[in-house]
């Protein structure tokens, strides 16, 4: 059976999908991404010493006029009403994690406002300190979390887990023996 798409009409042109038959539920997403910078860079923004000023509250408050703002930005987002954004921040050796959850009690989620939060709060970094650290590089966006709606609950796994997980799998599926078997033929001990 072939898949629709969603946004496209029976003549395949673009459209928006109609959510007024759903009923409103309470939804929320998380989204994260990371800012690779030279270690001296991330120090100073962790010291307040980027001449610009406050590099962290400007970029949370430019997150979270972003996630406001999403449907200007992205033609077949619907306008809903945010109703909270949080924008946070890890600050690591050669990084800076940027975090973006967006909530709202609405008939669609709010992926995109998270992940347009995260996004323009990186940007925002990156734009702060490019006169220290021109070799700066933005990546990682993902959407880690998403609750409500009729799709319900997705959690991104981390690398860890997944690693961890394919261990499990390989262990369950393979067997795990005490001695392992000599492959190799090695007739040395005869």
């Given at each position: 059976?072939?898949?629709?798409?969603?946004?496209?009409?029976?003549?395949?042109?673009?459209?928006?999908?109609?959510?007024?038959?759903?009923?409103?539920?309470?939804?929320?997403?998380?989204?994260?991404?990371?800012?690779?910078?030279?270690?001296?860079?991330?120090?100073?923004?962790?010291?307040?010493?980027?001449?610009?000023?406050?590099?962290?509250?400007?970029?949370?408050?430019?997150?979270?006029?972003?996630?406001?703002?999403?449907?200007?930005?992205?033609?077949?987002c619907h306008p809903?009403?945010?109703?909270?954004?949080?924008?946070?921040?890890?600050?690591?050796?050669?990084?800076?994690?940027?975090?973006?959850?967006?909530?709202?009690?609405?008939?669609?989620?709010?992926?995109?406002?998270?992940?347009?939060?995260?996004?323009?709060?990186?940007?925002?970094?990156?734009?702060?300190?490019?006169?220290?650290?021109?070799?700066?590089?933005?990546?990682?966006?993902?959407?880690?979390?998403?609750?409500?709606?009729?799709?319900?609950?997705?959690?991104?796994?981390?690398?860890e887990d997944a690693?961890?997980?394919?261990?499990?799998?390989?262990?369950?599926?393979?067997?795990?023996?005490?001695?392992?078997?000599?492959?190799?033929?090695?007739?040395?001990?005869?």
């Amino acid at each position: 059976m072939a898949r629709e798409f969603t946004h496209l009409d029976p003549m395949g042109r673009a459209r928006m999908v109609d959510v007024t038959p759903k009923e409103p539920t309470h939804r929320r997403a998380v989204a994260r991404c990371r800012i690779h910078m030279q270690p001296e860079t991330a120090s100073m923004i962790a010291s307040g010493a980027i001449t610009k000023g406050d590099v962290l509250a400007v970029a949370r408050v430019a997150g979270i006029q972003a996630a406001k703002r999403t449907p200007e930005l992205l033609p077949l987002c619907h306008p809903l009403l945010v109703g909270s954004v949080y924008v946070n921040f890890t600050i690591e050796d050669s990084y800076v994690e940027v975090e973006a959850q967006v909530e709202t009690f609405d008939r669609t989620g709010v992926e995109m406002e998270a992940l347009t939060a995260c996004a323009v709060a990186a940007l925002t970094v990156y734009d702060m300190c490019k006169s220290v650290d021109r070799e700066m590089t933005i990546g990682e966006l993902a959407l880690w979390e998403k609750t409500g709606g009729s799709s319900g609950t997705f959690r991104r796994k981390s690398l860890e887990d997944a690693i961890d997980e394919a261990l499990e799998e390989s262990k369950r599926t393979v067997g795990v023996a005490s001695d392992p078997p000599d492959v190799l033929g090695d007739d040395s001990e005869s």
